[in-house]
């Protein structure tokens, strides 16, 4: 996906983004042990893991945004897409998300993830959004639950597997829109 200096704007947040600017709130964010718990990757150790991550994202196919509090300008999580896929009759990417501990249980994820999804359907053209979550992550699944998507099972890798369609095949019911 392109990247663009459009922010998107929520009642309670703003996302955009990330850059190489962003390389301290990222690091700050991703040195907490409870943001990384159940991701792929250790706590942050150094300003250059954090520049790595936000520089793996660029490079990407897909987006990394950071959400902002509108009030601070604080950056307290991440979400966006990666493994962005073209296959002969379906197009597909990953969402992927975290938020810092003091923001759990508030709905500023699912404020956030309902713009994602949207970009994933009419920006990227996405059939499906796909997202794992590692099985004890309970609150993460709940999530995505809420959010319209069905779990598909558990993958070799032992991560449960979530699937969500795009709307205009009536395969989900739910997601706003």
Not at 58 to 86: A, N, V
Not at 138 to 145: A, N
Request: charged share 25%; proline share 2%; glycine share 8%.
């Amino acid at each position: 996906m392109k990247r663009n200096d459009s922010i998107i704007q929520t009642k309670r947040l703003y996302l955009r983004e990330l850059t190489l600017n962003d390389a301290y709130a990222v690091y700050k964010h991703f040195s907490d042990s409870q943001v990384t718990r159940y991701m792929d990757i250790e706590p942050c150790k150094s300003l250059a893991e954090a520049e790595e991550i936000i520089s793996f994202h660029i490079q990407d196919t897909g987006c990394r945004y950071g959400l902002f509090l509108h009030d601070s300008s604080q950056l307290i999580g991440t979400c966006g897409y990666h493994c962005w896929r073209h296959e002969p009759t379906i197009s597909k990417a990953e969402l992927g998300f975290d938020l810092s501990p003091q923001y759990w249980g508030k709905g500023l994820m699912q404020e956030g993830l309902l713009h994602m999804i949207r970009i994933g359907f009419d920006v990227m053209k996405l059939d499906v959004i796909e997202a794992t979550t590692d099985v004890a992550n309970t609150r993460s699944q709940r999530l995505l639950k809420r959010l319209g998507f069905a779990a598909m099972g558990i993958q070799a890798d032992g991560l449960l597997h979530f699937a969500l369609y795009t709307p205009s095949k009536n395969i989900n019911k739910g997601v706003e829109s």
